[in-house]
Nanobody, 123 residues
Framework: QVQLVESGGGLVQAGGSLRLSCAAS????????VGWFRQAPGKEREFVAT????????YYVDSVKGRFTISRDNAKNTVYLQMNSLKPEDTAVYYC????????????????WGQGTQVTVSS
């Protein structure tokens, strides 16, 4: 049984910060790459960031580079997404996903998904 649970979403003003958490119930969590994706109303799901099993390799979509940081704590089975300098266009439901073969940048590669957490950035 694999479960991913996102938390930390909320309403913030532009320029603010938020930290999302993804808690995973995976026995071999340290073997999985974990990615963050987001979906805004009327738009398709978009890749945001991913991190490999050791935390030594990360990738980001260009629009969040320099603002978002993905990290993981394998002892806690948790992956984080620190979001700084938030913009209204960051508003979306954010999902975390786990991939045994990752890291990857397409949603098709990920095997397990959380339910999502809403992030709303106001002007």
């Amino acid at each position: 049984q694999v479960q991913l649970v996102e938390s930390g979403g909320g309403l913030v003003q532009a320029g603010g910060s938020l930290r999302l958490s993804c808690a995973a119930s995976i026995r071999t969590f340290s073997s999985y790459a974990v990615g963050w994706f987001r979906q805004a109303p009327g738009k398709e799901r978009e890749f945001v960031a991913t991190i490999n099993w050791s935390g030594g390799t990360t990738y980001y979509v260009d629009s969040v580079k320099g603002r978002f940081t993905i990290s993981r704590d394998n002892a806690k089975n948790t992956v984080y997404l620190q979001m700084n300098s938030l913009k209204p266009e960051d508003t979306a439901v954010y999902y975390c996903a786990a991939d045994i073969s990752g890291p990857g940048v397409t949603s098709m590669e990920y095997e397990y998904w959380g339910q999502g957490t809403q992030v709303t950035v106001s002007s």
